[in-house]
């Protein structure tokens, strides 16, 4: 982003660059692929866009097993995505939350104090209980956006959409 706004300040935006964007966008829109997602998977590092593929993969298996056809409006606020933005905010509050307690020196001398790796040993930095923790919310992901998990909950409480 820089890169574009150096060069639309000095005036030596290389255009070249900015037309073969262009093009490839057109390209894609044409053969009916989303330009931005396709940006964003170029863009983005694989670790970041992963879950953004899971969470296609689920949205397209629900789609797949939906008795009912939503329409556009209904799908693009139904309960999944409900949920999926929930998880995204509940991140960004609870990323936001511990980086301010890191500002605090009494927080950081407790956090020296416990020392959650080594307390909890192996289970702190396992790739595999990361993963089927993954793979739990994946599934969660797809009982709610499937109603699954909202069946029992009387009306009133009921997330609409």
């Excluded at 970041?48 to 329409?71: A, E, F, H, N, Q």
Aim: with cysteine.
């Amino acid at each position: 982003m820089s890169f574009i706004i150096e060069g639309i300040m000095s005036q030596k935006l290389p255009w070249g660059l900015v037309l073969i964007g262009v093009f490839i966008s057109i390209v894609l829109e044409l053969c009916g692929l989303s330009a931005l997602a396709f940006a964003v998977g170029v863009y983005l590092p694989v670790s970041t866009s992963t879950p953004i593929m899971v969470g296609g993969i689920v949205r397209y298996l629900v789609d797949r097993t939906s008795k009912r056809k939503m329409s556009e409006a209904e799908a693009e606020s139904g309960p999944g995505v409900l949920f999926s933005s929930g998880l995204i905010a509940g991140a960004s509050v609870t990323g936001t939350i511990l980086a301010m307690l890191q500002l605090s020196e009494p927080t950081r001398e407790f956090l020296r104090k416990i020392n959650v790796t080594e307390t909890l040993g192996w289970f702190a930095s396992s790739d595999l209980v990361a993963f089927l923790l993954f793979l739990g919310l994946a599934a969660i992901l797809y009982l709610v956006a499937h109603e699954t998990l909202l069946k029992g909950a009387p009306d009133g409480e009921r997330p609409s959409g």
